[in-house]
């Protein structure tokens, strides 16, 4: 049996959200909250308009994309973009896990329109890119987070496309890259890649979802937490910090630190790099496993930041079947009381593995320091006599 690690990860947060701090967080980065003011006050509203504008530089946007803060964290926020966007044309939906999956009801059974194509695929592989039409709305996660199976890039996205896209981009944003010329509408959170807190989405519109937003009315009730049109014209204030319902200003000082972190270490490509970094090594020591694999067999489309494990059948087929899937629970719990490791286990509607973050706030000495603490866990409970 494999022998019981002698070191720990320093900070053993590896959850997929919310996501770890940026290295050297602590509550004193919180004392300078407007706390006991109206969000609507001058210096407020200037913290929220200064999320947007670091948020913007951090995130390369071209000149003439928005980017505002809404409700709702991620979820609120692409439901904000499909209930005021589509209905327009037809669409193509693309499910391959649980959020995709998850935007399919919204447009099928909430939203009840009918001139949808569904292109799926299962946990772990991507849809037929190919088969996708960009004259229709595409509606699609850039990153599953619950599969660890990205895009590959943007080239099946057709420049010159009739329709919309519509990118829940929430584990891809700031580590990885979306060439945002191809995105109409784009949403992410800030407890993802920044390590904020949960609740505040970010949503991206291009001028061609603006268009679409001032020339078509929705035919249905559009409740006012999505309300992104007032007379026609597309309410402007949304995207120079006047919230549509009240923001945490704690959870603003503390996503501040975090973009201002980001900046001092490099920005954008830093954060990627530290990502890249992280699959790397989950990489090499998956290379050298007797009993552990990528959910996402083809590296082309693994995602750096949800890092999605399974069990090689072969090493566990020994065991019952009933033991079998039960074990990556059992290994994430063992794990957890020996503190080394927190909420790993896989997503409840994946198939049964472990799931590490990858993202730019965990350092890679903490994941490359993690990794034997897998194997030894794994040995445990399987090999031990």
């Known amino acids: 049996m494999s022998a019981k690690p002698d070191r720990s990860p320093r900070i053993p ?19 300078g909250a407007v706390l006991g003011r109206s969000h609507r006050s001058s210096p407020a509203r200037a913290r929220l308009q200064e999320v947007i504008e670091r948020s913007r530089a951090l995130l390369e946007l071209p000149d003439d994309w928005r980017l505002g803060i809404v409700p709702g964290s991620d979820t609120g926020a692409f439901e904000m973009a499909m209930w005021s966007l589509l209905g327009a044309r037809g669409i193509d939906v693309l499910a391959w896990e649980s959020f995709g999956k ?18 799926e695929a299962d946990y772990g592989t991507l849809p037929d890119l190919s088969r996708v039409d960009c004259d229709r709305d595409v509606v699609f996660t850039w990153n599953g987070t619950t599969s660890g199976v990205r895009v590959p890039d943007g080239s099946w996205i057709a420049e010159d496309r009739a329709g919309l896209t519509l990118c829940d981009a929430t584990s891809a944003v700031l580590a990885q890259d979306i060439p945002w010329s191809r995105i109409d509408a784009a949403t992410f959170s800030w407890q993802k890649v920044l390590g904020g807190e949960a609740a505040h989405g970010m949503l991206v519109l291009s001028p061609r979802a603006v268009e679409r937003l001032e020339s078509r009315t929705p035919t249905w009730p559009m ?6 049109v007032t007379k026609g014209r597309l309410n402007e204030g949304i995207f120079k910090g006047d919230t549509i319902n009240t923001p945490s200003l704690l959870c603003v000082e503390d996503v501040l630190d975090a973009l201002r972190w980001a900046e001092g270490i490099g920005g954008l490509t830093a954060l990627r790099a530290r ?3 992280n699959l790397a090594a989950v990489d090499r020591w998956v290379g050298r496993s007797t009993w552990a694999r990528f959910l996402a067999s083809d590296p082309a489309i693994r995602s750096n930041t949800s890092i999605c494990l399974r069990i090689a059948e072969e090493r ?9 899937a039960d074990l990556p629970r059992r290994m994430a719990e063992l794990l957890d009381r020996e503190r080394v490791a927190h909420d790993i286990n896989s997503y409840r509607d994946a ?10 706030t965990v350092e890679t000495a903490d994941m490359e320091t993690v990794l034997p603490w897998l194997d030894w866990s794994f040995a445990s409970l399987v090999d031990a006599r």
């Open 13 to 31: 947060l590896f959850s997929c959200g919310p996501c770890a701090k940026r290295p050297g967080w602590s509550p004193s980065v919180l004392g």
């Open 102 to 119: 998850g935007w399919v009801t919204d447009i099928t059974t909430q939203l009840r329109l009918d001139d949808v194509r569904i292109l």
């Open 223 to 228: 409740p006012k937490l999505f309300r992104l």
């Open 275 to 277: 990502a890249d970094a």
């Open 316 to 324: 566990c087929a020994h065991l019952p079947a009933e033991r079998q």
């Open 351 to 360: 198939p049964p593995g472990l799931r590490l973050w990858g993202g730019a």
